[in-house]
């Protein structure tokens, strides 16, 4: 078995479950375990792999989970600038120069000022459109994954869906409102909003 090959089997092992152990990978890979080890010990410590917990937002407290599509006359300085906003999952730069952000808040309010306060207020940021994430699906990344994908709903308890109904207002003024307006300029307070 060649090192492609090692690493490919440790890694399809480990995208499907992130939890092995190292004795399990040895368990299951027909190779010497010194020699498993050591790959996987080299994947690990690279750049390239990183293994990593995937949780519903929810149960940290922050249930609204939200895309965000920014559009900046500097989008290659959009990413590292939102890598400081502790409110931000991840951030791309896209070829069309778009840039998307995934945040996780724990209330309207709180969606809302980060979009006024740390998201428009950027240099150079033309527009940001917003979307709710409702469900999410997880499966491997692998090419012809044949693992099993995760479900897991963004948005915590019954009832919330008609009040993100009620945030359609606020949604809207997030991608039509002049930069330098804050947002909820002309709407409803977002604690209303939220209010069931």
Do not use: K
């Not at 945040?103 to 428009?120: F, G, I, K, Q």
């Not at 692998?142 to 019954?158: I, M, N």
């Amino acid at each position: 078995m060649t090192d492609e090959e090692l690493d490919a089997a440790i890694l399809d092992i480990l995208m499907d479950d992130g939890r092995t152990s190292g004795s399990e990978l040895v368990r299951r890979i027909a190779a010497p375990p010194s020699r498993v080890r050591a790959r996987l010990a080299a994947l690990l410590s690279s750049d390239e792999v990183h293994v990593t917990a995937l949780l519903n937002p929810a149960l940290i407290g922050r249930p609204i989970v939200a895309m965000l599509s920014i559009s900046s006359d500097r989008p290659e300085a959009v990413p590292d600038l939102l890598t400081g906003v502790p409110a931000v999952a991840w951030t791309a730069r896209c070829a069309s120069g778009t840039v998307y952000a995934q945040v996780n808040a724990a209330s309207p309010s709180e969606l809302l000022t980060l979009l006024n306060e740390d998201v428009r207020a950027l240099p150079g940021v033309r527009a940001v459109g917003t979307n709710f994430l409702l469900r999410g699906i997880s499966r491997s990344v692998r090419a012809g994954a044949s693992g099993r994908a995760r479900s897991f709903e963004f948005v915590g308890g019954r009832g919330f869906g008609w009040r993100l109904c009620q945030l359609a207002p606020l949604v809207r003024g997030v991608a039509t409102a002049p930069v330098g307006q804050r947002l909820d300029e002309g709407h409803r307070s977002a604690a209303e909003v939220a209010q069931p």
